[in-house]
């Protein structure tokens, strides 16, 4: 599967790629604001759970974003490189983008994606589905062990801190923090 995978990323253009993430992460993006309609009877209900004015943003958000970043770096560090290998996908997405255009990337994922696991999975099902869900959605780690279980258990810890503050504003910042600096480490090592 890993190379098959491997395979398909490498004949996609740089272009194709770029279409399927943000095609990608309009379809998740649809699927929250559908599933608010249908669950909540309204389409921006996941909307209401964001407070901008909360300073939890930055003691939580923003603390737990770094002290996720640090581990990730020790641990790419101390273990091989294999074990960190998805099959090429964030490297080809990251390694030769401008900076601003991963922090644009990276945004859209952050809020889409706690929109829909956060703001509407999690309020409506609970933590566990939300969080396997989210893993299960990034399909690519699904046979990497220690990528999948950095994404079930990230994912875990990002749905506690939605749980303890309420505000999904401290979930969006903490993932765009950590995926927008690993973007930058990966751009990093290539240029």
Known sequence: MKNRQKNLVAQLSDKELLWNF???????????????????????????????????????????????????VCFMKLLPKTVYDDGGINERLFSNRR???I????????????ILFRGVLQTAFGLVVASLLFAFVHFRYLFH??????VVILSFVIGVIFQTTENLAVCVL????????????IHSKRN
């Not at 669950?39 to 737990?64: E, M």
């Not at 765009?176 to 480490?185: H, K, P, R």
């Open 22 to 72: 943000y095609v990608s992460q309009l379809f998740i993006f649809c699927i929250g604001i559908l599933l608010s309609r249908l669950i909540f009877q309204n389409w921006f209900y996941p909307f209401s759970l964001f407070n901008w004015a909360d300073t939890k943003i930055i003691t939580v958000g923003l603390s737990a974003a770094l002290f996720v970043i640090i581990l990730d």
């Open 145 to 150: 062990p220690f990528l999948f279980a950095n």
């Open 174 to 185: 903490m993932h765009f923090i950590i995926d927008c600096s690993l973007g930058f480490i």
């Open 99 to 101: 900076r601003w255009h």
């Open 103 to 114: 922090v644009v990337m990276t945004l859209i994922v952050a809020f889409g994606e706690e």
